[in-house]
């Protein structure tokens, strides 16, 4: 792998041992994955404790020193919420780690977003621009909807970009990679952001780490019914990008999003396809009786809380039921000021900041049968919180909370 001048002196030690390891650790990675060179990155965005990390102990149990990183770089998800952490059952040794790591991040200008889905906050990464990101949901929507330039990446290689401003060359930096696989003949007229999830979570399953291409969408998805098809999508298999012509950045028409090769499969996503999706997202749940909803994955944006709030006007959460909604602390800032904060509390629910129960592996005390508008948290939760789960559309989730029954009004 070629190196530039400043990438070898940063890998001979020039600027100090835990940079150069960095380097180690990325030279590695790009010989592994056959990568030609390295190549800038100065949007960087991941989850990472700095007190836990393996690839940077430089062979000593000592403290580590991290210097300032050398690229704008910035904080997924953490756990717990600094306000409900004990309402979301964390220690006090757990809440005062987290306290600590985010000191480190800061001291480091490791910026706090707290998110799972950081272009709702600012973090907008243009066309062509070359990140370094993780979190599925995250990677699939910048690659897609905005045209960046991302590989989903793990803690370790997140932290060395952060360092060093650099990354492998390879998969879906390169343009040739980018091309989609599957053609989708949208046969249904998905438009509700339960359209989105279903479509993202069936495809996922059928392309596994295939790029979809999307055809014959009827109505222009907005950002978020586009976050829940990112979501769902990456679910079963290892969809990182996706393509909808006249829609995603990189494909105004269909042969675009080709770039003139044949598709490897043409599939469909029918009423039959919808309800077999449905059906497989509740598989797990056959208990009516709901004590648990949870909305919020990805984090909310600010019209999802304006709906949810909408749908709550009047209403009070039945009492053997905890309503839990999740967003970042600058959404959630909002939300305080619109009054959304306060409505959704005097209903019997309560808003929450930087993580969720798929990130912070917690539920309500003696929760049983959660219900939930994302596909992401009723695929995820069975398996991580031993709990059945329902899927539905928002209405359905408000209807639950507060009857304290699962009637799913608007399945298919």
Same mark, same amino acid.
């Given at each position: ?105 800061v ?51 997140i ?19 980018r091309?989609?696989?599957h053609?989708?003949n949208?046969?249904?007229e ?44 990456p ?22 999003a ?6 490897l ?5 029918? @009423?039959?396809?919808?309800? %077999? ?6 598989? &797990?749940?056959?208990? =009516? $009786?709901? /004590? ?39 959404i ?28 912070g ?14 596909? @992401?948290?009723?695929?995820? %939760? ?6 059945? &789960?329902?899927?539905? =559309? $928002?209405? /359905? ?16």
């Amino acid at each position: 792998m070629e190196l530039t001048d400043d990438e070898k002196a940063m890998l001979d030690g020039s600027e100090g041992k835990v940079r150069q390891k960095a380097m180690e650790l990325l030279v590695r990675y790009g010989e592994a994955v056959r990568a030609e060179k390295l190549i800038a990155a100065n949007n960087v965005c991941g989850d990472i404790r700095i007190d836990a990390l393996s690839e940077f102990n430089l062979g000593s149990s000592d403290t580590i020193e991290l210097p300032p990183v050398k690229v704008f770089s910035c904080q997924l998800e953490t756990a717990p919420d600094p306000e409900c952490w004990q309402l979301q059952g964390a220690t006090q040794e757990q809440y005062e780690a987290n306290v600590a790591n985010e000191a480190l991040h800061v001291a480091i200008g490791f910026n706090q977003l707290c998110i799972c889905a950081p272009y709702l906050v600012g973090n907008v990464p243009v066309k062509g621009e070359h990140c370094v990101w993780m979190g599925s949901s995250a990677v699939v929507y910048i690659n897609s909807v905005l045209g960046a330039r991302t590989n989903r990446e793990s803690g370790d290689s997140i932290m060395a970009a952060m360092l060093t401003g650099k990354i492998p060359y390879w998969g879906l930096h390169l343009p040739e990679n980018r091309m989609g696989t599957h053609l989708i003949n949208v046969e249904w007229e998905v438009e509700s952001v339960l359209d989105w999830g279903l479509l993202g979570y069936y495809t996922g399953q059928m392309v596994k780490k295939g790029i979809p291409v999307f055809y014959g969408i009827r109505h222009v998805p907005n950002t978020v019914r586009l976050k829940h098809l990112s979501a769902a999508l990456p679910l079963t298999g290892g969809v990182e990008m996706f393509h909808i012509p006249g829609i995603t950045a990189e494909a105004h028409k269909l042969d675009d999003a080709f770039g003139g090769r044949q598709p490897l499969d043409v599939l469909r996503f029918g @009423k039959a396809e919808r309800m %077999l999706a449905y059906d497989m997202l509740n598989a &797990c749940a056959h208990d =009516s $009786t709901v /004590d648990f909803v949870i909305l919020g994955c990805p984090h909310c944006f600010l019209e999802e809380l304006w709906e949810m709030c909408r749908l709550l006007a009047g209403k009070k959460v039945n009492s053997n039921v905890s309503l839990w909604i999740f967003t970042s602390r600058a959404i959630k800032a909002m939300a305080d000021r619109n009054g959304y904060t306060r409505l959704i509390s005097e209903a019997g629910g309560v808003l929450m900041s930087d993580t969720c129960p798929v990130q912070g592996y917690f539920k309500h005390q003696g929760a049983k049968v959660a219900a939930t508008n994302s596909a @992401k948290q009723a695929y995820c %939760l069975p398996g991580i919180l031993s709990i059945q &789960c329902w899927f539905g =559309s $928002t209405a /359905d989730c408000m209807e639950a909370a507060i009857s304290g029954k699962w009637r799913a009004f608007t399945q298919p």
